[in-house]
């Protein structure tokens, strides 16, 4: 465990050392706020009956927050980009060679950097959109749920990433693939469009894939659009979906592992 605790401390201290990137990044994000913010308002204003029992405030809080959310739980870089790194340079043997097993060591440098963006890119932002956007605040049961939610958010889309991150190991590179995982990770986690906006004939199939329990759900418990029941039951359904995750990655990882051959002298 400490080790642990000691990779998690190296990506936080190394995440956190460029500080014009950080003004960057953070300037970017706030574009993407207003722009959001601004977008939704005017589809409620047109047609606030798509919206169902939604009211604006609600809309706004779940779009402003997907937002955020997408900042701390990246898909742009995480334990696939940089075990697709490893690899193709030659360097993933390193990664073997320490004394901490392969998947805790990845999940380790994956939580510093998660620790990172929660601390600069989702607090800080989430006070000054709670004042720009007029935000609605859970009850002190939903903003619990709502962290129980989010950290196994992170673990479910860590499995996710490991998983995708493991097709190197055969292509040496995920480019040809990241457009479409990228791509299906937006459209069916819910992070951009609610779920019950999409068609009735899709809405069965998003909600049978483990992307929906990325963001759906702790913006629907964050925006009060769940009710308490279904905040427990979706946060079992999260739970569920770690436990076969995590089987999945050993199940994958012990073959791909017991068949690595490095080359070298």
């Not at 642990?4 to 190394?14: I, V």
């Not at 069916?188 to 759906?216: E, H, K, R, T």
């Not at 913006?219 to 995750?245: E, K, M």
Request: aromatic letters at 18%.
């Amino acid at each position: 465990m400490s080790l642990f605790w000691t990779f998690s401390r190296q990506l936080f201290f190394q995440q956190s050392a460029y500080r014009l990137n950080f003004w960057m990044e953070m300037l970017g994000l706030f574009l993407q706020l207003y722009v959001v913010a601004t977008l939704w308002r005017v589809l409620f204003t047109q047609t606030p009956e798509s919206f169902g029992s939604m009211s604006l405030n609600q809309m706004i809080t779940y779009a402003v927050l997907g937002m955020l959310i997408g900042s701390v739980l990246s898909i742009d870089e995480g334990v696939h980009t940089y075990i697709q790194t490893q690899v193709r340079m030659g360097m993933i043997t390193s990664d073997l060679m320490k004394p901490v097993d392969f998947m805790l060591h990845m999940m380790a440098r994956n939580f510093g950097l998660m620790v990172t963006r929660v601390c600069f890119f989702l607090l800080p932002p989430l006070v000054a959109a709670y004042f720009l956007f007029d935000l609605m605040l859970p009850s002190f049961v939903q903003a619990l749920a709502f962290v129980l939610a989010l950290l196994q958010a992170w673990v479910i889309l860590f499995f996710c990433n490991f998983l995708f991150g493991l097709i190197s190991f055969k292509t040496l590179d995920l480019l040809g693939f990241m457009f479409t995982y990228f791509a299906l990770v937006r459209f069916a986690s819910g992070q951009i469009i609610p779920l019950w906006m999409y068609p009735d004939v899709l809405q069965p199939l998003l909600y049978a894939l483990p992307f929906q329990a990325i963001f759906y759900t702790p913006l629907g418990i964050f925006s009060g659009v769940f009710t308490a029941d279904q905040i427990w039951q979706n946060l079992l359904i999260q739970t569920a979906w770690i436990l076969g995750l995590l089987l999945c990655s050993r199940l994958i990882w012990s073959r791909i592992h017991r068949h690595l051959v490095v080359q070298g002298g």
